[in-house]
């Protein structure tokens, strides 16, 4: 193939492994990283490997698609019986009635003739069997039974057939009468003797050579032979089963959204799952589910993640982390918080950033003030430190983004931004910045520039494969660091409910939906958290964060105002009417 040959070694390899479809385990995969062999054959083969791995199909994936969809299958099942059923009802009965009739040699005056006659009788048998539906034996029926039928028409409801090796000839006739089909079993059979009888050859003596005699005259049937009801129904619930499986595999497999966890596994070439966080029922849904309930599975999905966040790369630990999605409501702003929360557990500072300058929804989440922010800061009306809002006494603060700028990527990418996330490492330990989605614009592809890591939410039946391939490759696209991905409103797994507690039985689950019916909402859950924060600050002393949540001062520099002017009053708020304020400022919000 001249000295730039292509090797042919490498294409039978690469075929070899297309054909056998061998899978390969995480082990290899990290053994094909750390090697880089860059020869052509191991190029074509590393792309065959791949290939293999994102089309080959297990038996579970197939196991899965159906019990997914196993209530499609149940109708399809049903609607084939309850069809089939409605069919055999309303077709009407159909009876069979059967005479036999023998075929035989006149007589014989040797036994040469007769073996001769009975060679002839076994040859002719099926000649003679074709004739009962002909119109010479059915004419003279159809004037014997005063039929209002033509010849044609009535040979559909005659069958004669011949036994092999025997001499005997069955006469089928099907009516919707009993009475009536034996009657033309009957006819035929005499007719057919007849008609033999005009068309045999006869001997010298103009006797006729070849008789047929009715040896079993036909009786009217006591059952139908159609429809069958009980075959038919199962027939039709057998074609839905076969078509609601085949119509499951096939929406499964043309189906691109992420439905589990494992559909992202083929990503872990280019950022690995750091946690998974289950879903949440309506009813019990919180941004601030590490406050809410944290001993809940959610609560330690969250924790679980800033422990493998903090395991990445332990010699250089991450400190500005940004938060984002492919698309829209997969979960990124309520992954930020409770990311940011769980952080601060740890005793760390933590400043969490709302970057999304387009739809801003972490003060709304909180029950922050989100008037002034990070675009009062970017467009130089105010510091950092006067538009902060400390978040209890757990080390976290929260910069709202402020009011909705005309131009937010412009501030995005502007020196004052910069200079905001190099303040912000040098005051706090950690920095988490909820960014806008990668797909719709590319604020986030520039904040992941600026931060040491970026942190990529897919959620579970919101977003397609391809989405989230298309955001991955956008982040590296830009020089941007991919620390993982976080798969949000997952089903939640029966070990870990199991763990935080037995499973409970039929009545205890009804009694916990009843109470869980009556449950207090989103906002009043928020009030409550935020009421227990202000209660924890006013028995440790009076701070800014109860003058935010009282609705007076909102910042920190408004807090040392009026700290100076003296208008809390030297006692400050108490706790019911912290308690009362946030859920008046939360009511008011949701109205608005």
Not at 197 to 211: I, M, N, R, T, Y
Not at 497 to 503: I, K, L, T, V
Request: glycine share 6%; proline share 6%.
């Amino acid at each position: 193939m001249g000295k730039r040959g292509f090797p042919g070694p490498c294409i039978a390899g690469s075929v070899w492994v297309l054909l056998t479809k061998t899978r390969v385990t995480s082990h290899d995969r990290g053994s094909d990283n750390t090697k880089q062999d860059t020869s052509p054959c191991s190029r074509v083969t590393i792309a065959a490997e791949r290939h293999t791995r994102e089309q080959q199909v297990d038996l579970g994936q197939y196991v899965a698609a159906v019990r997914k969809r196993w209530l499609l299958t149940l109708v399809l099942m049903s609607m084939g019986a309850v069809g089939a059923f409605a069919v055999a009802r309303s077709t009407p009965p159909s009876y069979q009635a059967t005479a036999k009739v023998f075929v035989s040699v006149s007589s014989a005056d040797s036994p040469g003739e007769l073996v001769q006659g009975s060679t002839y009788i076994k040859n002719v048998v099926e000649s003679y069997a074709a004739l009962a539906d002909l119109p010479v034996v059915l004419d003279p029926i159809i004037d014997e039974l005063r039929l209002n039928v033509s010849a044609k028409s009535l040979s559909d409801s005659v069958t004669a057939e011949s036994p092999l090796n025997t001499n005997i000839i069955d006469i089928q006739a099907t009516d919707g009468d009993p009475q009536a089909a034996s009657r033309l079993a009957n006819a035929v059979a005499r007719q057919l003797s007849t008609a033999v009888a005009d068309l045999s050859p006869s001997d010298a003596g103009a006797k006729q050579a070849v008789s047929v005699n009715v040896v079993a005259p036909a009786s009217p049937p006591a059952f139908a032979i159609a429809p069958r009801t009980r075959l038919m129904v199962i027939t039709g619930g057998g074609l839905g089963v076969a078509l609601g499986l085949v119509l499951s595999i096939a929406l499964a497999f043309l189906d691109t959204r992420v439905r589990e966890p494992r559909d992202v596994e083929s990503f872990e070439e280019t950022a690995a799952i750091l946690g998974t966080i289950p879903v949440q029922p309506k009813r019990k849904h919180s941004p601030l589910a590490t406050l809410v309930d944290p001993l809940s599975p959610r609560s330690e999905a969250y924790r679980r993640l800033q422990t493998n966040l903090s395991y990445i790369d332990a010699s250089t630990p991450l400190q500005v982390i940004v938060v984002t999605s492919a698309t829209l409501g997969e979960g990124k702003t309520s992954t930020a918080i409770n990311l940011a929360i769980a952080l601060g557990e740890t005793s760390r500072r933590v400043l969490l950033i709302d970057g999304d300058l387009r739809r801003p929804s972490v003060a709304t989440s909180m029950g922050l003030e989100g008037a002034a922010g990070l675009t009062t800061v970017l467009i130089g009306r105010a510091d950092v430190a006067d538009v902060v809002q400390p978040m209890g006494p757990m080390h976290v603060d929260v910069l709202a983004s402020g009011e909705v700028p005309p131009n937010p990527h412009q501030l995005i990418e502007s020196i004052a931004m910069r200079r905001v996330i190099d303040l912000a490492r040098e005051r706090y330990d950690v920095v988490v910045i909820d960014a806008p989605p990668v797909l719709p614009v590319s604020d986030a592809a520039v904040l992941s520039r600026l931060a040491d890591a970026a942190l990529v939410v897919v959620g579970c039946k919101r977003v397609r494969r391809a989405d989230v391939r298309d955001a991955l490759r956008d982040l590296t696209g830009v020089g941007a660091r991919v620390a993982g991905l976080v798969v949000t409103f997952a089903p939640e797994s029966e070990s870990s409910n199991q763990y935080y507690g037995e499973r409970p039985g039929f009545f205890a689950s009804v009694r916990r939906r009843l109470q869980t019916r009556f449950r207090p909402d989103e906002d009043s859950a928020r009030a409550e958290v935020l009421g227990r924060l202000a209660r924890e600050e006013t028995a440790n002393g009076p701070s800014t964060t109860s003058a935010a949540l009282d609705g007076r001062p909102a910042t920190r520099a408004e807090a040392r105002r009026a700290a100076r002017d003296g208008s809390t009053g030297p006692g400050g708020p108490t706790a019911d009417q912290l308690e009362s304020a946030a859920r008046e400022s939360a009511r008011a919000k949701q109205r608005t």
